[in-house]
Antibody, heavy 119, light 111 residues
Framework: QMQLEGSGPGLVRPSETLSLTCSVS??????????WAWVRQPPGKGLEWIGN???????YYNPSLKSRVTMSVDTSNNQFSLKLSSVTGADIGIYYC???????????WGQGTLVTVSS | QSALTQPASVSGSPGQSITISCTGT?????????VSWYQQHPGKAPRLILY???KRPSGVSNRFSGSKSGNTASLTISRLQAEDEADYTC???????????FGGGTKLTVL
């Protein structure tokens, strides 16, 4: 059974770049059946789609975050990554990596990484 | 594009049925049978319980069912159990630049 495990700093300074990685185990990030996605959840609020990408490099970002987001896939290390630049307090929350089926449902989720923005 | 609209909370007693609505527009819920639902217990990651409006992944109880009419999708949980107490969030594919829309989430309380 494939598993996703997110990792990265839990504390980011304002205006700096948030960097998270999701490691894929018991399966390949190069699968043609899935996108690889990031979803976040501010404290006490709902889920927000950040974006998703295909292993070949096609990326799809939430327009509200597009200017600050970069996603990438590292096939050699079987992982994918998220970078969010110029973070503010509005970026505080739990960041989930997830597997997005081509039909656009998230069928596998990582455990989530809590990110705080503070100096 | 705005988030999908869900009631903030619903409640029901054990053994009863409840329905949670998810209202979108003709650009998302109304145009595609690509609505999914997620269950999330406190401190846990979301879990897929329905996809393509009404299909259940392996291992999900048949007490969970889904439907869609026009721009509104619905999740019904029958024979409520204490373990069903959780947040439920809908999601839809959408045309345009925002490909994925989530609802705001509904907190289910089992009385």
């Amino acid at each position: 059974q494939m598993q996703l495990e997110g990792s990265g700093p839990g504390l980011v300074r304002p205006s700096e770049t948030l960097s998270l990685t999701c490691s894929v185990s018991s399966g390949s990030v190069s699968s043609s059946s899935y996108y690889w996605a990031w979803v976040r959840q501010p404290p006490g609020k709902g889920l927000e789609w950040i974006g998703n990408m295909y292993y070949r490099g096609n990326t799809y970002y939430n327009p509200s975050l597009k200017s600050r987001v970069t996603m990438s896939v590292d096939t050699s290390n079987n992982q994918f990554s998220l970078k969010l630049s110029s973070v503010t307090g509005a970026d505080i929350g739990i960041y989930y990596c997830a597997r997005l089926v081509i039909g656009y449902w998230f069928d596998l989720w990582g455990q989530g990484t809590l990110v705080t923005v503070s100096s | 594009q705005s988030a999908l609209t869900q009631p903030a909370s619903v409640s029901g007693s054990p053994g009863q049925s409840i329905t949670i609505s998810c209202t979108g527009t003709s650009s998302d819920v109304g145009s595609y049978d690509l609505v999914s639902w997620y269950q999330q217990h406190p401190g846990k990651a979301p879990r897929l319980i329905l996809y393509e409006v009404s299909k259940r992944p392996s291992g999900v109880s048949n007490r969970f069912s889904g439907s869609k009419s026009g721009n509104t999708a619905s999740l019904t949980i029958s024979r409520l159990q204490a373990e069903d107490e959780a947040d439920y969030t809908c999601c839809s594919y959408a045309s345009g630049d925002t490909l994925v829309l989530f609802g705001g989430g509904t907190k289910l309380t089992v009385l």
